[in-house]
């Protein structure tokens, strides 16, 4: 009962083969931003884009930046 799973919503039967392998997104500024899955890396790069570019990273860009670690 207690698996940790932020924003698990009905992740069953629709895996996208990426998401276990865990994610990178090389922003263009150098810094690797990396996640466990692509939902993470998209979030971590938003953040990221945010705090230290002062950029809104749209999820779909950060999607198209990343790729399998
Ligand atoms: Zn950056």
Known sequence: MSNEQSGSR???GRRRPHDEAGQLIECPCGTVLRG???DRVVA???SH???V???NLSS???ESMARPS
């Open 10 to 12: 009905s992740g069953q």
């Open 60 to 62: 779909e860009q950060a």
């Open 49 to 51: 884009a945010k705090a």
């Open 44 to 46: 971590v790069a938003q």
């Open 36 to 38: 466990e899955s692509l």
């Open 53 to 55: 570019h002062d950029m």
